[in-house]
């Protein structure tokens, strides 16, 4: 089992930053892919960026591409969102999930465990 905890949730004005936080903890991380969801009020959760387990392969939506950055640290069994420049339409309640295959996935029904999601709220 693997349990993840996101945080770095919070209300933000447009064009600010956040980074995004999920800790991993029940078993190691490192040789599994890892994805950011996001989910806004009424809407499917969709793919916001994925990581391969080596670090070397990353996917993004458009919408974010520029804008957003997807790191991990193994060591830390540990995966981050660096998010830059954020606009009212990235407001959404944003999830961590962990695929248990080291080459990553856009869709949804391919990552095996989830976080409970940390609220991203971007003021006009």
């Known amino acids: 089992q693997v349990q993840l905890e996101e945080s770095g949730g919070r209300l933000v004005q447009a064009g600010g930053s956040l980074r995004l936080s999920c800790a991993a903890s029940?078993?190691?991380?490192?040789?599994?892919?890892m994805g950011w969801f996001r989910q806004a009020p009424g809407k499917e959760r969709v793919i916001v960026a994925a990581?391969?387990?080596?670090?070397?392969?990353?996917y993004y939506t458009n919408s974010v591409k520029g804008r957003f950055t997807i790191s991990r640290d193994n060591a830390k069994n540990t995966v981050y969102l660096q998010m830059n420049n954020l606009k009212p339409e990235d407001t959404a309640v944003y999830y961590c999930?962990?695929?248990?295959?080291?080459?990553?996935?856009?869709?949804?029904?391919?990552?095996?465990?989830w976080g409970q999601g940390t609220q991203v709220t971007v003021s006009s």
């Open positions: 999930g962990v695929r248990q295959r080291g080459t990553l996935t856009t869709r949804l029904s391919e990552y095996d465990y």
């Open positions: 029940g078993r190691t991380v490192s040789g599994y892919a």
């Open positions: 990581i391969d387990w080596s670090d070397s392969r990353t």
